[in-house]
């Protein structure tokens, strides 16, 4: 066994299977949202989509990575920019949603400014390893890459706080609000 070759080529069958099986469900997970999206559109569908299709890109760039056909630099940078992408649309889409919870008045508050912070520290690191990693230097990239893997889920709990805010605190009674807020959120 040569051991000068890429760690990769020595995945056992069964990771390479069940990376194979993420890609599948995937792909059907998608098909079905593309779906619904065409039948009966909306934007929470077509947002989901793209969502989906992000996610794919994601798996399928796992899956080549696995099998060998996809190496280090390239596989570095598909994943860096697809989780990137996929980090600021959830923010977006999700702040956008949370919106139509608040009243006009009280939209922009403090978790919606942490939500867009967050959101831009995240992409500043993200961009940071991408440059790292394309740029000969003594640091290493991955740090930075792992780093703001470790971000993103940060940045969707912000977004979700901020989306949800309001319907946590109807569902506490802490504060009255308007009886729009309960009807968005049941729906």
Known sequence: MNTTAPAHYFLPDGAKIYVWSVVAIGTVSCGFIGCNALLDPN??????????????GMAVSNGL?????????LYCNLTCISALLFNNFIMAVTVNLGGKFYSPEERINRLYWAAIVAT??????????LIIHNVTSYFNGIIFDHIAR??????IIIS???????VVVIGTDVD????????????
């Open 43 to 56: 934007r929470i569908r077509w947002n989901c989509f793209i969502l989906s299709f992000l996610t794919l």
């Open 65 to 73: 990575q696995a099998s060998g056909f996809l190496e280090g630099l």
């Open 120 to 129: 831009i520290l995240t992409n500043m690191v993200f961009i940071g390893s």
């Open 150 to 155: 470790m971000c993103v889920p940060v940045v």
């Open 160 to 166: 979700f706080a901020y989306a949800f805010y309001p």
């Open 176 to 187: 009255h609000k308007p009886a729009l807020v309960i009807a968005v959120g049941v729906w």
